[in-house]
């Protein structure tokens, strides 16, 4: 497992969701980009997607801003298939967030897709 602590990153797919979570609790929000490739999608449930690092930065500015701390819940195993990985957790609240994440050409991961709640 990657150490966030030192903004290490993802070396495994299954490593992204905590590492967003501990970098999120402490504010670390370039951190928390560093987990998302340059043109992420983030569909935080809000009505509209979230699209690139500026995008995203502002979405994650204003959740610390207003005090959010994202919760850790029951994560699933990563289902990979070559460079793609599909990530998962329910959360206490019941719902399940998604993801796809992708290998680069280092090695490390990084997600392209992250949705908030796959609730309808």
Known sequence: ???????????????LER???????TGD??????????????????GELIRGREAIRALFEQSIAAGRKFQRG???PALVNGDLALTSTKLPDGSITTEVARRQSDGTWLWAIDRYSVAF
């Not at 590492?19 to 609790?25: D, K």
């Not at 929000?29 to 809000?46: C, H, Q, R």
Request: overall charge negative; glycine content about 6%; proline content about 7%.
């Open 29 to 46: 929000i370039e951190g928390m980009l560093a987990l998302f490739e340059p043109d992420a999608v983030v569909d935080s449930g809000a």
């Open 1 to 15: 497992m990657s150490n966030a602590a030192n903004g290490e990153p993802a070396r495994d797919p299954q490593d």
């Open 74 to 76: 029951e994560q699933r």
């Open 19 to 25: 590492m967003l979570i501990e970098r999120q609790w």
